[in-house]
């Protein structure tokens, strides 16, 4: 939608309302051009491409990244970073609508499952059933057993039966064939406490004897990389250890790594709460077992309701803390119309620091040349749609301010010093000469006049040519002088609306 009247207009684009503040409290607005407000660009169908698509379109059309919003979401069945929706359907004029796409994370990493027993299974029926539900962390490893065929399926760490994630480290056993059936990873008779070795290696202790605490401490102390991880599960008590990834009394050099799992607690699984009310998240915690944290912000809804929450479902310990975002309302703005760019700059910054700076509001500025002082705000618009009072809109929403940009001084380069001074005088403002010789410019004629906006009684800066300073050599130019061409208001005014 085209904002202001005049012919003559900057655009002023803030990228948030408390960056342009520090921008005016300092040398002034930062100037950024924007494109045609008015180009009839329609948006296309992003869904089932990647969200760097999207941005890439906007980026060679010259449309702000402020107007895509990206909502992120697990599922099941649509890979990381992929669109499974937008708000504004394909086809329509974009403008100055502000898209929300709905982005997949692929399969949340938390999902729970039961692993199956693959006794007798082969390789290639492991990978497929470990693939077909997207675990990340499964590796491979072969131990000598001459009883089956190679690559048949021996054991699973954790063990068939037991609840893993997603995510957590699973490690397969496979056999390898023609050995004795003893594993060939080096291990030693088992070490509660494990430590150096005289060859330099280090023997792994049996992290069920050591507390979590501990446990990276160890590692530390032996050169080894500990690292502690959780798994929700009612198998365990909470802190109680469930499994290494590497076994008790098996040798392992320097700088590996060790993945030590304890119990984090009996597994809660989150459903979400958004959409619902704080007192509906409060009881759904309580029945639970949940540690609640509510953080109030401007949201798309009514106060009261949860528009946020993390995290957001999935499988939780028992007594975890869930943050919930609630809703105080919509975001108010005031109508700064009449009043200065400043009053302006400095009311949306102190909302948008409100709530945990959730309101995110940003404007732009369309200047008009007109008879009003620099700086004062003529029409002030929200979402393209004209504001009249207090209004209450949307998180992220855009204000745009048309601002007087004071009045105009037409360029009157060429023109004789009477014509600028009748100009100057009819707008109500002051001029200050200087002087200058020119072998090109005729004596009385200007060279240069300051076109910026003006306030009433503000000083005009020009220079008036004096002539050559040789006149023995001058001869004068053979085109016709502005003189005789026409008035300068009416050149001046063609020539500033170019």
């Given at each position: 939608m085209s904002i202001g009247y005049a012919s003559t207009r900057t655009k002023v684009l803030a990228g948030t309302a408390a960056a342009l503040l520090v921008a005016l409290g300092g040398t002034g607005i930062y100037l950024l051009l924007s494109g045609d407000s008015e180009?009839?660009?329609?948006?296309?169908?992003?869904?089932?491409?990647?969200?760097?698509?999207a941005l890439a379109w906007a980026d060679e059309n010259n449309v702000s990244e402020d107007q895509f919003v990206f909502e992120y979401s697990f599922d099941e069945t649509t890979d990381a970073d992929v669109i499974m929706g937008?708000?504004?359907?394909?086809?329509?004029?974009?403008?100055?609508?502000?898209?929300?796409?709905?982005?997949s994370e692929g399969a949340d990493p938390e999902t729970m499952f039961i692993l199956p027993d693959f006794a007798g299974q082969s390789r290639e029926s492991v990978e497929a059933w470990f693939n077909e539900h997207k675990f990340s962390a499964v590796t491979y490893e072969t131990k000598e057993d001459k009883t089956v065929s190679d690559g048949t399926f021996l054991s699973v760490n954790p063990t068939s039966g037991k609840t893993v994630r997603r995510k957590d480290t699973v490690i397969v056993t496979l056999a390898g064939g023609g050995g004795t059936g003893e594993s060939t990873a080096g291990n030693t008779t088992p070490s509660n406490q494990g430590g150096v070795n005289s060859d330099g290696t280090i023997t792994v202790p049996d992290f069920s004897t050591i507390a979590w605490s501990n446990a990276t401490g160890w590692g530390?102390?032996?050169?080894?990389?500990?690292?502690?991880?959780?798994?929700?599960?009612?198998?365990?008590?909470?802190?109680?250890?469930?499994?290494?990834?590497?076994?008790?009394?098996?040798?392992?050099?320097?700088?590996?790594?060790?993945?030590?799992?304890?119990?984090?607690?009996?597994?809660?699984?989150?459903?979400?709460?958004?959409?619902?009310?704080?007192?509906?998240?409060?009881?759904?915690?309580?029945?639970?077992?949940?540690?609640?944290?509510?953080?109030?912000?401007?949201?798309?809804?009514?106060?009261?309701?949860?528009?946020?929450?993390?995290?957001?479902?999935?499988?939780?310990?028992?007594?975890?803390?869930?943050?919930?975002?609630?809703?105080?309302?919509?975001?108010?703005?005031?109508?700064?119309?009449?009043?200065?760019?400043?009053?302006?700059?400095?009311?949306?910054?102190?909302?948008?620091?409100?709530?945990?700076?959730?309101?995110?509001?940003?404007?732009?500025?369309?200047?008009?040349?007109?008879?009003?002082?620099?700086?004062?705000?003529?029409?002030?618009?929200?979402?393209?749609?004209?504001?009249?009072?207090?209004?209450?809109?949307?998180?992220g929403s855009l204000i745009s301010l048309t601002v007087s940009g004071g009045i105009q001084v037409p360029n009157m380069a060429g023109w004789s010093e009477e014509q600028l001074l009748n100009k100057l005088n009819e707008l109500g403002l002051k001029a200050s000469k200087t002087e200058q010789y020119s072998d090109s410019v005729p004596m009385g004629t200007i060279m240069w006049n300051d076109t910026e906006g003006k306030n009433s009684m503000e000083t005009v800066a020009y220079t008036v040519s004096i002539g050559p300073e040789n006149w023995d050599n001058w001869t004068p130019p053979e085109e016709e002088t502005p003189a005789t061409a026409a008035p300068a208001e009416e050149n001046a005014g063609e020539e500033n609306n170019g």
């Open positions: 180009k009839e660009l329609t948006l296309p169908d992003f869904t089932g491409q990647t969200k760097d698509k937008q708000s504004v359907p394909a086809d329509t004029v974009l403008g100055d609508s502000i898209v929300t796409f709905q982005v530390t102390q032996n050169g080894v990389n500990v690292k502690v991880q959780w798994e929700a599960t009612a198998s365990y008590q909470p802190e109680q250890y469930i499994r290494q990834s590497v076994a008790a009394g098996s040798k392992v050099n320097k700088n590996d790594t060790i993945v030590v799992t304890y119990c984090s607690g009996k597994p809660v699984n989150l459903v979400s709460q958004i959409g619902k009310t704080k007192n509906d998240a409060q009881a759904y915690c309580t029945n639970n077992k949940l540690n609640p944290v509510f953080i109030e912000v401007y949201g798309n809804a009514d106060a009261g309701v949860i528009v946020g929450m993390s995290p957001n479902a999935g499988i939780v310990p028992e007594t975890a803390q869930i943050t919930f975002q609630v809703s105080v309302g919509y975001v108010p703005v005031a109508d700064y119309t009449g009043k200065t760019t400043d009053d302006a700059a400095a009311g949306i910054a102190a909302t948008n620091a409100k709530y945990n700076s959730s309101a995110n509001l940003k404007y732009e500025i369309n200047y008009e040349y007109t008879g009003m002082n620099k700086g004062t705000i003529l029409k002030q618009y929200i979402n393209g749609v004209e504001q009249k009072g207090t209004t209450y809109c949307g998180t």
